[in-house]
């Protein structure tokens, strides 16, 4: 898809995707202002012409209406008063950026750049939009190139503002959470103000991430606009439902206060924000953004994710290569297919007190290296994993007594530890080298599949004598630089990226990772809210689930475990129980779960989801994947309620007219299925808490 001229409008755009348009141009009386004319469903091309941002500010009094609210890129400067996307402090103090549009350069038919500059200072700004052919997602970005002489400050850099239109209304969706508790989905009215959501702990956050949708939409129906930033450090995004009406959001890296300084010659490109309108509810803007994830952001998008064992919840710090093999047994029996050994296996990390940052296995407990280890999970018929915390380190360490110099701080200030751990400065070239080459050595010598990169704190004291503020940006660029170069050197590795649980999931880290570890808390009913807010913007492949102990280590809470198994199936399936105490009941459970998992995983991990219905894990609900000819049915009831439960369940997006049939042969036709509904058992009045069944339909009679 292009990014055109509109034809008879001066220096006007528009990016068309297959079912939208983003009209965009220079203010036709002022070119200091590039404004979005218009965002929403595709408009025949005669009408691109017809659509423009609507009564620009008048002027009766000295209080008019800011002129900012439909700009891409609201600087502060000039007569505006929202929140600004792009803040600078010039020589001698000066605040106001003054831009002026100077030319538009095509990158290719689905990439326009407009060049904007202020002539005084010297200050080049590109504002880039792209599109592509396959989704309605726009990407865009920002790239600031200081091209004086002097130095400027950038206390602010967002990749872009967007407006909405006033159809999307007031409502809006994100998700907020904490440590066990991530990507919790809040629903309101948008507050007249400005509407932050941040994080400023250098990664992406477990408090809240980096999207945001509104509109006056329900699950099924509705438009929708979407915004999300693809970036794994802090962040902003700011939703402004303005006095004055407008509603608009702005979004990028860093958090308040942090000031870049921009040397002459030195540029500053953001990271991607990204767009989507669509209609369709909130289910059908989730699908667009799965698609986009598949067909635009994670490495291996078609790749079936292995069913995985995790040593963590099973072993703790107590890693051994009898402990680790006797777990390994018991997994390739259920038929897991993949092993990785978590934390302790390194330095002298028998607790969370010492040894990170000595990347050697701990050689009071492998001697001899994991090579008898792995070879042994190899032997069994599994690929191998590794847990690894490459950007952190004990002061206990080695690594630390020697480069005392390599984490984030401050000459005369604290070094606060977090799980006694402090942070390594990937910005740093030294640092970035150390962590590749043990890496590499690591993947090499063991030849493995699979590192689980976790990230165990938040900054403080982020310091750093050589970048300043840059930091912020340069430590994610670092790590995102070392995973790029580790998979390029091996094409065979597969990344899981971790942050105590969910705290990294983000467009940004997916783009160099197969999967997110989407909480610690594996408590299947917790597991169901959380999975909820992870699934509105990222696909069911990239979420990693266990099924762990029952009772539920974090929660103490008592799930059957067949309860697990389901709400762990709705992604990626693995298993952290400590299996050496499973019964013989529970492993055979077990295997029968695994298998009927693999059996629907491509419909799983690939298909188009569907929230049906119900609170997850509060009430009767039930998710719906579908590809091709073949539906996958998770259906959900937590407890015996007041309420009863729907009597039925009513699946979507099937063929009216075709015929469905079900594992023990039943019949029924798509329109019934849709409109009249099934009986999932498990959701019958009366019986046990936490009742759950999978159905699995294929269409076997086409309707045509
Ligand atoms: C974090 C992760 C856990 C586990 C531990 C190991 O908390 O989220 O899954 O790997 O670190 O220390």
């Known amino acids: 898809m292009p990014v055109i001229p509109v034809p008879g409008r001066q220096r006007t755009w528009a990016a068309l ?20 004319h218009y965002w929403g469903p ?48 010039y020589p001698g103090g000066v605040r106001s ?36 052919d396959d989704t309605d997602v726009i990407e865009r970005w920002t790239e600031v190139t200081n091209e004086s002489g002097e130095p400027v400050h950038l206390l602010r850099l967002d990749s872009g503002a967007w407006a909405l239109p006033e159809q999307a209304g007031t409502r809006y969706a994100g998700v907020a959470g904490a440590w066990g508790r991530e990507t919790r989905l809040h629903r309101g ?57 407008d509603v608009a959001v702005t979004a990028g890296f860093g958090h308040d206060g942090l000031t870049w300084p921009l040397a002459p010659g030195a540029a500053l490109r953001t990271p991607p924000v990204l767009g989507l309108h669509t209609t369709g509810g909130y289910g059908a803007a989730s699908r667009a953004w799965h698609a986009y994830a598949r067909g635009h952001v994670l490495p291996t998008p078609a790749e079936e994710r292995p069913v995985l064992y995790n040593s963590w919840e099973a072993t703790g710090f107590d890693v051994t290569e ?80 020697e480069h005392p110099d390599w984490t984030l701080h401050y000459p005369g200030r604290r070094r606060d530890t977090m799980r006694n751990q402090l942070v390594l400065n990937f910005g740093r070239d030294d640092v970035r080298a150390w962590a590749l080459a043990w890496l590499d050595g690591l993947v090499t010598e063991y030849g493995l599949d699979y590192l689980k990169w976790d990230m165990n704190r938040s900054f403080s004291q982020a310091g750093w004598a050589e970048g300043g503020d840059l930091l912020w940006i340069k430590h994610t660029l670092g790590v995102y630089a070392i995973m790029d170069e580790l998979r390029a050197r091996h094409p065979g590795l597969r990344i899981e990226s971790c942050s ?20 610690d808390n594996t408590d299947a009913r917790d597991r169901q809210a959380i999975q909820e807010g992870f699934s509105y913007l990222y696909p069911a492949s990239a979420m990693s689930c266990w099924v762990t102990d029952g009772p539920n280590p974090v929660t103490g809470r008592e799930v059957p475990l067949r309860y697990r198994f389901h709400v762990a199936m709705a ?42 219905t119900g609170t997850p894990g509060v009430t009767a609900s039930a998710v719906q994947y579908t590809l091709g000819d073949r539906v996958v049915v998770l259906a959900y009831n937590p407890y015996k309620l007041d309420e009863r439960p ?16 079900d594992g023990a042969g039943a019949r029924r036709h798509g329109a019934a299925l849709m409109h009249h509904g099934l009986t999932p058992a498990s959701w019958a009045p009366f019986g046990p808490d936490y009742r759950s069944e999978m159905v699995v339909l294929r269409r076997v009679q086409d309707g045509s």
Request: avoid cysteine; charged fraction near 25%; glycine fraction near 14%.
């Open 646 to 661: 729907p009597r039925r369940l009513r699946l979507e997006g099937l063929d009216p007219d075709a015929v469905y049939e």
């Open 322 to 401: 009898d402990g680790q093999l006797a777990l390994a047994r018991r997994a390739a029996e259920l038929g897991v297919e993949l092993f990785v050994v978590d934390d302790g296996w390194f330095g002298a990390r028998t607790d969370d007190t010492r040894g990170l940052g000595d990347w050697w296995p701990n050689p009071d407990r492998f001697p001899q290296g994991l090579g008898k280890l792995f070879d042994g999970v190899r032997d069994l018929g599994m690929r191998t994993g590794l847990w690894v915390e490459p950007e952190m380190v004990n002061p206990d360490s080695d690594l630390y007594r």
């Open 42 to 89: 595709r408009l025949p091309g005669a009408a691109l012409a017809e659509v423009t941002a609507g009564a620009t500010a008048w002027f009766v009094t000295g209080f008019h209406d800011p002129a900012d609210a439909t700009e891409l890129l609201p600087v502060d400067g000039g007569r505006r008063w929202g929140v600004p996307s792009l803040q600078a402090v």
């Open 500 to 519: 105590g649980g969910g705290g990294r999931a983000d467009l940004g880290i997916l783009r160099r990772t197969d999967q997110v570890w989407t909480s």
């Open 189 to 245: 009215e948008l507050p007249v103000g400005e509407t932050t959501f941040t994080s400023r702990t250098g990664t992406t956050s477990h408090r809240a991430n980096p999207w945001i949708m509104i509109g006056d939409a329900g699950e099924s129906g509705g438009e929708v606009w979407s915004v999300a930033l693809a970036w794994s450090g802090s962040w902003r995004l700011t939703a402004q439902r303005r006095p004055e009406g």
């Open 97 to 132: 950026v003054e831009l002026s549009f100077e030319r538009a350069v095509e990158h290719g038919p689905g990439e326009l750049e407009l060049v904007l500059r202020d002539q005084v200072h010297g200050l080049r700004v590109g504002l880039g939009v792209r599109v592509h």
């Open 571 to 612: 992604g990626t399936l693995g298993i952290g129980g400590d299996l050496t105490r499973w019964s013989e009941a529970e492993l055979a459970e077990a295997r029968e779960l695994v298998a009927a998992y693999k059996e629907v995983r491509p419909v799983i991990q690939h298909g188009e989801l569907r929230r049906l």
């Open 17 to 36: 995707t297959p079912a939208t348009a983003y009209v965009f141009g220079v203010e036709s009386a002022d070119d200091t202002r590039v404004v979005q």
